[in-house]
């Protein structure tokens, strides 16, 4: 549904905002500052929305249940979810997002898991990079492969040594080739980028209707 | 060591093998452990967005500022609301104002950071690889310096063919050619490129490991250490 | 009991049919017959022909198609409906021409003559009693001798000998399935009965070939880096020369007493072991120097790991919050609040995380690490630790707006994970740098470390990341040549007859 007050607003607004990075005017300076500290304060309450949200949906399956399409572990699941929420909510809120109790919550909950999740990655990686090959065997995925086996090498100590020369190849791949594909890269995101938010800025395409 | 930190090291401990039993497979105690670890998590984000923005920039200017700061923040009051109407669905096309607002902001905030932070800086650092001006006085290899010039220059020009999908029908036959060579010679710099991030993202989870074995193993002693005063 | 054939559909009919009882095709003329050639039901079976229509002609005496049109009347005005209009009245003046009119409408005239027709309409009269000749020849070049299209050449006959009758064939009302067919036939049917049925899930193998070579490796990395957690052995020498990161460690030595210093805290707590051992030594490098802090974040886990951080890696060092650093809090928005803090910091995060003004304004003194700052460009340096390349493309494309056009001499310096060190590079390696430092990983700071003299975590942790690093670079290594290898031993010896090799 095409509303064309909402397509003048998004594309005003962000034509404030661009001409911003080009022009010294004040008091478009101004103006600008306005709009993206009200964007800056409702991405904060769409965290909010979002946040009520997932409170919602849990506590939906916890107090239905099975009457609500969940099973009896999903009902725990959720209850686990909805539990933790509500404990930090309150211990952070009441007592302030610094205080020992609030850290306490964060050092040794959400900070392990995070931590451990990353860990099995490391498993994970070993393995699919030892499959890589058979999955899928062509001159790429041995450059690819052959690039990931020297960095790792070379990244550390080998054998217990820092071999000379050693530092200097890695420091050499880093700088020049891995360096021109990634320069190649972001400058391909950045047109990108350029490309997706221009579209946005004229209208092209409108996200937020509906 | 108090009781509170000898808790909290034991709950981690149990937390990190429930996320480690993913490795037998998914179970029930994983997932346990993931969802306890999202309702922290989602926890902390609407504190931070209250304390750190709602609080001071909304609410306090409303209650305590002068005329203007009054008028200012009640225009983000009314889009903010609009925007809780999201959550319902018979409601959200209300939020549809506030979200154009959004996007309007993050999509020039964006394109504007592209241009000015990434594609006229890099494209002129491209060819800055060039300037020896400079590079005299810091590297006497300047021979070095050219070849290592061409061969980044040559690889950003080959990776951002590769990524053309134009038409290139219209191309002549031997122009389209060498493009495909071009393309192909793209392909290895980016193989090259992922290749190095992959064994960053190794490394990464590598320490990630190492922290988690050395907290354990530390936990261990300690506890030990405490029943077993003479070891 | 002799039928009459239809020469459309070529099916059989009654003998007095008029038209086809299938097709509807017509089986008589459409023109009154001539007495003598009336048809009578005891005639034998034929078959009506287009000759019956059109009469065979041959081609050299092709008729005259010309019409004769009658002798124009004296008075050239007369319409013809004019002059039958005439004739009803009377005809005593009527045109010659039309005198044969006045003489068919006496009553006395009897039995109607038969009408005279042209020569060529009368050669068009069909025979009736035409039996079937033997097909046309096919050849395309004979010219067409009879029918609608006679005299022309490459035409399709019509001649009933070119259509040949047959019998009709009898199709069966019984499909022809094969095996497969009915197989998948009988699949598709289980399926539509069963679809809404739910169905009992099949029991999961729970152990997997795939998880004994994850347990594998995951048993040799446990033991590969147990052995330093067990004993604490640190013999591995730390990384020699980085340029990026000595150039960050001589951008912090050039940094005056009291420089007021911004750190953005921007990973995931996830990566907080290798970005906090990494940016351990180059913070603690910073509070040797005695800079002031100020501490920012656009995640809403970054003022907690900010905190943390000072309180457990820094506990060595006297900074106090709200003297020597300040935590300023979260900025929601990616982009935006970036663009929002970095266009204003003050107004964009007036208070720190736990509700003191923070900055210096007319009505109040700011905290000590604010002093003198009004915005972004006064900070001596600014240093961000990240764990995600947008994130950190994000922090250099938001500062190079503001600090490019400014041309300040603020230094904006990373403190990445290893994961962020090939896409950061290229913004170091810019002309002019977009980024003046950075230490990547735990290689950089252990690299970092040595520079300062004072190892730190990443210390602790070198020994077993250069063994776990060997182990899986070679299970990695070993997994690809088996890959290889491993079809080609396999591949069966050729048999007899067969090229060997």
């Not at chain 2, 932070?117 to 050219?146: C, K, V, W, Y």
């Amino acid at each position: 549904m095409k509303n064309p007050l909402l397509t003048a607003i998004a594309m005003a607004v962000g034509i404030v905002v661009l001409a911003g990075y080009f022009l010294a005017v004040d008091m478009l300076l101004t103006l600008r500052a306005i709009l993206i500290e009200w964007a800056t304060i409702l991405v904060a309450v769409a965290l909010i929305a979002g946040v009520i949200n997932l409170f919602a949906v849990h506590w939906r399956k916890v107090t239905r249940g099975s009457a609500g399409g969940a099973s009896g572990s999903t009902q725990i699941y959720s209850l686990v979810l909805v539990t933790g929420l509500s404990a930090t909510l309150i211990v952070g809120g009441w007592l302030g997002p610094t205080h020992p109790y609030a850290l306490w919550i964060f050092n040794n909950i959400q900070l392990p898991v995070e931590t451990s999740l990353m860990a099995i990655l490391a498993v994970v990686l070993v393995y699919a990079g030892a499959r890589l090959i058979q999955r899928r065997l062509n001159l790429l995925t041995v450059v690819f492969l052959l690039t990931a086996v020297v960095v790792l090498l070379v990244s550390g100590p080998l054998f217990g040594f820092d071999l000379p020369g050693l530092a200097e190849l890695r420091a050499w791949i880093g700088r020049v080739p891995a360096a021109a594909g990634a320069r190649g890269v972001i400058l391909g995101v950045a047109l990108g980028i350029v490309t997706t938010g221009l579209r946005l800025l004229a209208g092209v395409d409108r996200p937020y209707e509906g | 060591m108090t009781w509170l930190d000898t808790a909290g090291a034991l709950v981690g401990f149990l937390l990190t093998l429930m996320v480690f039993s993913y490795l037998i497979g998914d179970n029930p105690l994983y997932r346990l452990a993931v969802h306890l670890f999202i309702g922290v998590a989602a926890g902390y984000a609407a504190i931070m967005a209250i304390n750190t923005v709602i609080l001071p920039r909304l609410i306090l200017p409303l209650i305590g500022g002068n005329r203007d700061e009054r008028l200012l923040a009640l225009v983000p009051v009314v889009l903010g609301w609009l925007l809780l109407t999201k959550i319902s669905s018979r409601l959200a096309p209300l939020g549809s104002l506030p979200m154009a607002l959004l996007v309007g902001v993050a999509a020039a905030a964006a394109v504007g950071g592209a241009v000015t932070g990434t594609i006229l800086p890099q494209a002129a650092a491209s060819i800055n690889l060039f300037d020896l001006r400079g590079e005299e006085s810091l590297n006497a290899d300047l021979g070095l310096h050219l070849v290592n010039g061409v061969i980044v220059l040559f690889g950003t020009a080959a990776t951002l063919a590769y990524f053309h999908f134009g038409d290139q029908a219209q191309m002549a036959p031997r122009v389209r050619g060498w493009f495909e060579g071009f393309r192909q010679a793209g392909q290895v710099f980016i193989a090259i490129t992922f290749g190095f991030l992959f064994a960053g993202v190794y490394s990464a989870a590598l320490t990630a490991l190492i922290e988690r074995i050395f907290t354990l193993v530390d936990l261990i002693k300690n506890f030990l250490g405490s029943l077993l005063p003479a070891v | 009991m002799d039928d009459l054939a239809c020469p459309m559909c070529g099916k059989a009919n009654p003998l007095d049919a008029e038209v086809c009882a299938h097709c509807q095709a017509r089986l008589t003329p459409l023109f009154a017959p001539d007495s003598d050639e009336q048809r009578t039901g005891e005639d034998e079976a034929r078959l009506a022909t287009p000759d019956d229509f059109f009469p065979a002609v041959e081609p050299e005496t092709y008729p005259d198609l010309t019409i004769e049109l009658p002798a124009p009347s004296s008075d050239e005005s007369v319409l013809p409906q004019e002059a039958a209009d005439e004739a009803a009245r009377g005809p005593a003046d009527l045109p010659q021409w039309l005198n044969w009119i006045s003489e068919a409408s006496r009553p006395d005239s009897g039995k109607p003559e038969q009408a005279s027709t042209a020569s060529w309409l009368e050669e068009m009269r069909p025979p009736y009693d035409q039996t079937p000749t033997r097909p046309a020849d096919s050849r395309l070049e004979r010219p067409e001798a009879a029918g609608p299209l006679a005299g022309l050449r490459g035409v399709l006959s019509a001649r009933p000998e070119a259509i040949r009758s047959r019998k009709t064939v009898v199709y069966s009302d019984q499909l022809k399935v094969t095996a497969n067919q009915r197989a998948h036939a009988d699949l598709l049917k289980e399926l539509l009965e069963t679809e809404g049925v739910p169905q009992p899930a099949p029991p999961r193998k729970t152990i997997r070939s795939e998880y004994f070579l994850r347990w594998g490796i995951l048993l040799v990395l446990l033991l590969v880096l147990l052995w330093p957690a067990l004993t604490g052995v640190r013999r591995a020498p730390l990384p020699v020369y980085q340029e990026e990161a000595a150039e960050l460690n001589r951008l912090v030595d050039q940094l005056p007493e009291k420089a007021p210093v911004l750190i953005g805290f921007d990973y995931d707590p996830g990566l907080s072991a290798e970005v906090e051992a990494a940016a351990a030594t180059v913070i603690d490098h910073l509070m040797l120097r005695g800079a002031y802090l100020t501490l920012v974040s656009t995640s809403p886990t970054g003022p907690l790991l900010a905190e943390r951080f000072m309180r457990i890696t820094q506990a060595g060092h006297s900074y106090a919050s709200g003297i020597n650093y300040v935590n300023l809090g979260y900025v929601p928005g990616g982009s935006v609040g970036l663009l929002n803090f970095v266009g204003s910091p003050q107004r964009s995060l007036p208070y720190t995380l736990d509700g003191t003004p923070a900055w210096e304004t007319a009505g109040q003194d700011g905290l000590p690490p604010l002093k003198g700052v009004a915005a972004i460009e006064d900070f001596a340096m600014i240093l961000v630790l990240v764990a995600d390349p947008d994130t950190a493309r994000a922090w250099v494309e938001q500062l190079q707006a503001r600090l490019g056009r400014l041309q300040t001499l603020t230094s904006l310096v990373m403190v990445t994970s290893a994961q962020v060190e090939p896409m950061i590079l290229p913004y170091y390696y810019a002309n002019p740098r977009q980024v003046h430092g950075i230490v990547a990983g735990l290689r950089g700071g252990a690299a970092y470390a040595r520079l300062t003299g004072r190892p730190g975590q990443p210390g602790r942790f070198w020994d077993a990341y250069g063994s776990g690093l060997l182990v899986s670079a070679l299970a990695i290594l070993a997994g690809g040549l088996v890959s290889v290898l491993l079809p080609l031993i396999m591949r069966p010896a050729p048999g007899e007859g067969e090229v060997g090799g």
